[in-house]
């Protein structure tokens, strides 16, 4: 693997750029966390994310105290916001599974550097996403009643129910997704236990390292089940955005009840949460001078991901398109006149530019490299993936088959109020995940250096 | 002549190349009890140990089965025996519908028992062991790799074990007190 790594392939950005070793890499990545003072930055960015936590917080007290009332749903579109945000969150969160599970599969070892700070991503994208249908649930505090316990009321959930699938998705999305990036974590934190002066730092990674020593046959272990969990993350990942679209697919909505729907979802999930790691990886690399690690390579790379993934979406949309016109269902012919003329359809052809025609710019080699341009695509294909969204559970609804059942969808401050605010959590979570814990996998990073390999005599 | 309050003898060595030959050679000498050390996984040092028995796999594959069977007989129990709900005159075991969820517990449980089952195999959590009494060991999660022979080994001699580390060429050998 070294030497692939060392050369290349031709005219390709190294994955590590030359001159480093064991040490280095070390004390590169752990100065971050222990030795490097809090910059002025940090806490800038970390108090804006801050604030908004707070709105989000008061739109939610608000939102407890009054009922869903407050946000714009009502009949015929119940679903507004809330399942909008869910999908979308959920959605980025694929990508830190895809890039820390699959990709470790695939043997791409470029995917060390980023893997950590994806992962870290999906979590929070994932804790993001969960809130949004307890919130929906109209009385909140009683979500336990999702899960099948016994109970007073003899009551049990509906198995037969795609929501009811969803609720066991994505918990064991979520649970699965934290114990990899945990394990992931703990060599990493024995490490900076080791490096760390300040007594305090040091007892409180000791206990998070489990006392981990590096011992040859925990490695194995190690090593054994962490490729295992990247096995069973794969199917996951994949089974997750596919529940999510069950969602809809199992519905009769025009619009919704097809089947191209889960491998159409995965796909746009994969797309927006590249888009999401390339917003994060382009500052925090120049920020916090990680230009060794996280080189053109990779920004190269996950924009390939992101094109790839994006003609798919192109192709969804084209083959949603044609079917309504194929299959000669007047209610899916009605709702595509209705998403191309119809009281959305601006949303509809904007929906078309950020997701299928700026992103054909990453066709051209230098926005694939050049850090400015690719964080801007970025941010146009996470709107398109939201705008997808809006466009799937609004045009949807808001108009099918009785006329006397349409209406409108207006979302108020505070359905933004909320929105807004998981992106201060998420972004909130990053901050405290780059200040405490090492942002690249830092054993990861060593067994890409030549000198890791064991020669033979 | 024994210590008995010695854990064992630690020797340290700068690449991993240099530890995996150490331990062929350690091993080779005789020495059952041994141990390596290292700040990332090294290709063929467990083997070079004396490691080949990894129960891991075997504790995932039993996770995902009870996991499976566990969840399809709950929705199973529910749907058709405690709780059973008529859906349009459909079965009441309707199988395509449990899959997903099927589907789900069989990963949760065989992602928490692998990586439940790494844990106590190895050990851990386990806040103090002999091994971190030896200052240099911090070097152990940087860039140095170590070899351990633990007192424990029915060859060990505290001279002669540590002549012949010596012998290995590592950059430092230090006793692991108990």
Redesign the interface.
């Given at each position: 693997m070294a030497d692939e790594i060392e050369q290349g392939e031709a005219g390709q950005a190294p994955v590590i750029e030359p001159g480093h070793t064991f040490a280095t890499i070390t004390d590169q990545i752990s100065s971050i966390v222990l030795t490097r003072p809090t910059s002025n930055g940090w806490y800038l960015g970390f108090g804006i994310a801050f604030v908004i936590v707070m709105i989000f917080l008061y739109a939610v007290g608000y939102l407890f105290l009054k009922g869903v009332g407050i946000w714009g749903v009502t009949i015929p579109i119940a679903w507004g916001f809330a399942i909008i945000n869910f999908v979308w969150w959920i959605g980025i969160g694929h990508a830190g599974t895809l890039i820390s599970a699959i990709l470790l599969l695939l043997r791409q070892s470029w995917r060390n550097s980023i893997n950590r700070f994806a992962e870290a991503m999906t979590l929070f994208a994932v804790a993001c996403a969960g809130m949004f249908p307890l919130f929906h649930l109209g009385r909140p505090w009683l979500f336990y009643w999702l899960f099948p316990y016994p109970n007073t009321m003899k009551y049990w959930p509906q198995f037969r129910s795609p929501l009811v699938w969803d609720v066991f998705a994505v918990s064991t999305y979520f649970t699965v997704s934290l114990i990899f990036w945990f394990i992931g974590l703990v060599p990493d934190l024995a490490t900076l236990r080791d490096r760390s002066d300040n007594k305090a730092a040091k007892i409180i990674y000791g206990i998070l390292a489990l006392g981990w020593r590096g011992s040859a046959r925990h490695w194995h272990r190690y090593e054994t089940a962490y490729l295992l969990l990247a096995g069973l993350a794969t199917p996951l990942v994949l089974s997750v955005h596919t529940v999510v679209s069950f969602d809809f697919a199992i519905a009769i909505v025009p619009g919704w009840h097809t089947t191209i729907f889960p491998p159409y979802f995965v796909a746009g999930a994969i797309y927006s949460g590249f888009a999401m790691v390339l917003m994060l990886a382009i500052p925090i690399r120049k920020i916090y001078g990680l230009e060794d690690f996280i080189t053109e390579r990779h920004l190269e790379n996950s924009a390939k991901v992101m094109l790839a993934t994006g003609l798919i979406v192109a192709y969804g949309y084209g083959m949603e398109a044609f079917m309504g016109w194929y299959g000669g269902n007047k209610y899916d012919l009605f709702l595509m006149w209705n998403r191309l003329h119809g009281p959305y359809h601006f949303w509809y052809y904007s929906l078309l530019a950020c997701n299928i025609f700026i992103p054909q710019l990453l066709w051209i080699r230098k926005m694939r490299t050049h850090p400015v341009y690719l964080f801007l695509i970025s941010t146009v294909v996470l709107t398109g993936m939201w705008l997808e969204r809006f466009i799937i559970v609004v045009v949807s609804l808001h108009r099918d088959f009785l006329t006397s059942s349409w209406g409108m969808y207006y979302p108020t401050r505070w359905d933004w109020a909320i929105f807004i605010g998981t992106l201060g959590f998420f972004v909130a979570c990053m901050f405290l995940f780059l200040r405490i814990l090492p942002m690249i996998s830092i054993f990861e990073m060593r067994t890409l250096l030549p000198e890791a390999e064991v020669k033979a005599e | 002549m024994k210590h008995t309050r010695n854990y064992g003898l630690l020797a340290e060595f700068d690449?991993?190349?240099h530890l995996?030959?150490a331990?062929m050679a350690t091993r080779d000498a005789g020495y059952k009890k041994i141990?390596?050390?290292?700040?990332?996984?090294?290709?063929?040092?467990?083997e070079?140990?004396g490691?080949h028995h990894?129960?891991?796999?075997l504790i995932?594959l039993i996770g995902g089965i009870l996991g499976g069977t566990g969840g399809y007989l709950?929705?199973w129990w529910?749907?058709a025996v405690?709780?059973p709900?008529n859906?349009g005159g459909r079965p009441y075991n309707?199988w395509p519908?449990?899959i997903?969820?099927t589907?789900?517990?069989t990963?949760?449980f065989?992602?928490?028992f692998?990586?439940l089952?790494?844990?106590a195999?190895?050990g851990?959590?386990?806040?103090?062991?002999p091994?971190?009494n030896v200052p240099r060991?911090?070097?152990?999660?940087?860039?140095r790799f170590f070899l351990i022979v633990f007192a424990s080994d029915a060859k060990y001699d505290a001279v002669q074990t540590r002549q012949f580390l010596e012998g290995l060429g590592p950059r430092s050998i230090s006793e692991v007190p108990d």
């Amino acid at each position: 693997m070294a030497d692939e790594i060392e050369q290349g392939e031709a005219g390709q950005a190294p994955v590590i750029e030359p001159g480093h070793t064991f040490a280095t890499i070390t004390d590169q990545i752990s100065s971050i966390v222990l030795t490097r003072p809090t910059s002025n930055g940090w806490y800038l960015g970390f108090g804006i994310a801050f604030v908004i936590v707070m709105i989000f917080l008061y739109a939610v007290g608000y939102l407890f105290l009054k009922g869903v009332g407050i946000w714009g749903v009502t009949i015929p579109i119940a679903w507004g916001f809330a399942i909008i945000n869910f999908v979308w969150w959920i959605g980025i969160g694929h990508a830190g599974t895809l890039i820390s599970a699959i990709l470790l599969l695939l043997r791409q070892s470029w995917r060390n550097s980023i893997n950590r700070f994806a992962e870290a991503m999906t979590l929070f994208a994932v804790a993001c996403a969960g809130m949004f249908p307890l919130f929906h649930l109209g009385r909140p505090w009683l979500f336990y009643w999702l899960f099948p316990y016994p109970n007073t009321m003899k009551y049990w959930p509906q198995f037969r129910s795609p929501l009811v699938w969803d609720v066991f998705a994505v918990s064991t999305y979520f649970t699965v997704s934290l114990i990899f990036w945990f394990i992931g974590l703990v060599p990493d934190l024995a490490t900076l236990r080791d490096r760390s002066d300040n007594k305090a730092a040091k007892i409180i990674y000791g206990i998070l390292a489990l006392g981990w020593r590096g011992s040859a046959r925990h490695w194995h272990r190690y090593e054994t089940a962490y490729l295992l969990l990247a096995g069973l993350a794969t199917p996951l990942v994949l089974s997750v955005h596919t529940v999510v679209s069950f969602d809809f697919a199992i519905a009769i909505v025009p619009g919704w009840h097809t089947t191209i729907f889960p491998p159409y979802f995965v796909a746009g999930a994969i797309y927006s949460g590249f888009a999401m790691v390339l917003m994060l990886a382009i500052p925090i690399r120049k920020i916090y001078g990680l230009e060794d690690f996280i080189t053109e390579r990779h920004l190269e790379n996950s924009a390939k991901v992101m094109l790839a993934t994006g003609l798919i979406v192109a192709y969804g949309y084209g083959m949603e398109a044609f079917m309504g016109w194929y299959g000669g269902n007047k209610y899916d012919l009605f709702l595509m006149w209705n998403r191309l003329h119809g009281p959305y359809h601006f949303w509809y052809y904007s929906l078309l530019a950020c997701n299928i025609f700026i992103p054909q710019l990453l066709w051209i080699r230098k926005m694939r490299t050049h850090p400015v341009y690719l964080f801007l695509i970025s941010t146009v294909v996470l709107t398109g993936m939201w705008l997808e969204r809006f466009i799937i559970v609004v045009v949807s609804l808001h108009r099918d088959f009785l006329t006397s059942s349409w209406g409108m969808y207006y979302p108020t401050r505070w359905d933004w109020a909320i929105f807004i605010g998981t992106l201060g959590f998420f972004v909130a979570c990053m901050f405290l995940f780059l200040r405490i814990l090492p942002m690249i996998s830092i054993f990861e990073m060593r067994t890409l250096l030549p000198e890791a390999e064991v020669k033979a005599e | 002549m024994k210590h008995t309050r010695n854990y064992g003898l630690l020797a340290e060595f700068d690449t991993p190349t240099h530890l995996v030959e150490a331990a062929m050679a350690t091993r080779d000498a005789g020495y059952k009890k041994i141990d390596a050390y290292s700040p990332f996984p090294v290709e063929g040092l467990a083997e070079a140990i004396g490691f080949h028995h990894d129960l891991v796999p075997l504790i995932t594959l039993i996770g995902g089965i009870l996991g499976g069977t566990g969840g399809y007989l709950m929705q199973w129990w529910i749907a058709a025996v405690s709780y059973p709900t008529n859906v349009g005159g459909r079965p009441y075991n309707s199988w395509p519908a449990f899959i997903v969820i099927t589907f789900e517990m069989t990963i949760l449980f065989a992602a928490l028992f692998s990586v439940l089952g790494m844990l106590a195999l190895n050990g851990l959590p386990m806040p103090y062991h002999p091994v971190f009494n030896v200052p240099r060991f911090a070097f152990a999660t940087k860039d140095r790799f170590f070899l351990i022979v633990f007192a424990s080994d029915a060859k060990y001699d505290a001279v002669q074990t540590r002549q012949f580390l010596e012998g290995l060429g590592p950059r430092s050998i230090s006793e692991v007190p108990d």
